[in-house]
């Protein structure tokens, strides 16, 4: 039985109810809810109609295929860009559809033409739609990027629906990239491109064309205030990989980072440099996460994670400050990392190694806007927290990772020999790791217990008149 009433769709987070209230109930976001009348769908799933329906069709059984099946490996196809490569899990999968999300002016465009052009110099045929651009702003972008003379078709369109008949058309076409999901418009759906109903009708048409053709889709996706990519959370679920491009527009950095992929590592990390002459790879990243190091004098609170991410080992240096103990209650501050990991690692510091925490401010930062999720990552961030409360340096020529257990045991990370290995190819001599790692060149320090840790730190040279001594005595002999 067809309604001929409206609902209310959710445009954070695609969930759909009967009347409309300032706050979605299902994501909580405010003002996030918008009418959307007289959509198809209004009739109850199972009503009697449907169920009649169903009654008639005699539907076929699956064709049930075997695990131990010839599938050959998916062919990749490389974009040109190492670290898109990289991020992607190895290049493009034919048929296979990626999500790009970032900030507007982070380089989204900038980026798939440098991408799409470096296919099309592959031999590949390739395709951009843009619903933001001109055609004059993208030539004048291509020429600026060294483009202007690879084999791109353009398009300035809107209409899903052409873009995915031009992905038939082109049984060749080898990648189609969409700039951006939130200006199209799938036809017989009546809401406004961008709200969530578009999006999905827009996503679902460009993606089935993709998947039968074989050319691999990326869709753009504008990033909201809060970080997601606005409207279609619900387009995570469509696509086989979500990337998002991520960095401070003020700075030349960007990161690019895989949260999901079907085809690879989900947590892979690619990193560039915004330049006058579009993106540059930076082959090096852990040169970028490592603050100044050389030549400087030693500091307190700092020390460097030996983490892994994706595919390969990234060294991050992390950095705390402690405060003197204060009447007011104490301020805790975290950027780049989880603040119920700091809270933990502060109260295991408390009472498995007697460190007097409480009452004093603490602030906890990652270098180089790197969020750092690794549980390895709690060794590098107690090593900086006590260093700062001790006032001793860490040493200097060391790294760390190792997971913090709440019984003070520190646990290893997988990938051991990559971090350490990576560790002696950036010219650290020293890590203060958990369990048997083993290095040729590096000098190891088991770190089994965290109050290990704090002896390591504890013998270092007293830099300024220590916070406190009541508990120092525990730590000298
Ligand atoms: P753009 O790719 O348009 O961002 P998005 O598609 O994510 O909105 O990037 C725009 C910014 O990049 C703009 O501020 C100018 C800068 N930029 C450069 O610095 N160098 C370049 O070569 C190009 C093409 C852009
Ligand atoms: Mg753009």
Redesign the pocket.
Known sequence: MARSSSRYVCQSCGSVSGRWSGKCEACEAWNSIVEEVGTASAAPIGGTKATAARAKLRTPPLALEQLTGGTPPQPRTSTGIHELDRALGGGLVAGGAVLLG?D???????LLLQALGGVANGGHEVVYVSGEEGIDQIRG?AE??GLANAAVGLATATSADAAAATIKANRGLKLIVIDSIQTMYAEGVESAPGSVAQVRASAQVLITAAKQSNAALILVGHVTKDGAIAGPRVLEHMVDAVLYFEGDSSQHYRILRAVKNRFGPADALGVFE?????LKEVPNPSTLFLAERQDRDPVTGAAVFAGFRGARPLLVEVQALVGNPSPASPRRAVVGWDSARLAMTLAVLESRAGLPFSGRDVFLSVAGGLKLEEPAADLAAAAALVSALLERPVPNESVFYGELALSGEVRPAPQAKSRLDEAERLGFSEAAVPGDAKSSKLRITKINRIDKLVQLIAAQPLLKAPKTSDWTDRYDD
């Not at 507007?104 to 900038?110: A, E, Y």
Request: charged share 20%.
């Open positions: 970032g507007p002016g982070i380089g989204k465009s900038t972008r600026r990027l915004m330049t006058g002459l579009g």
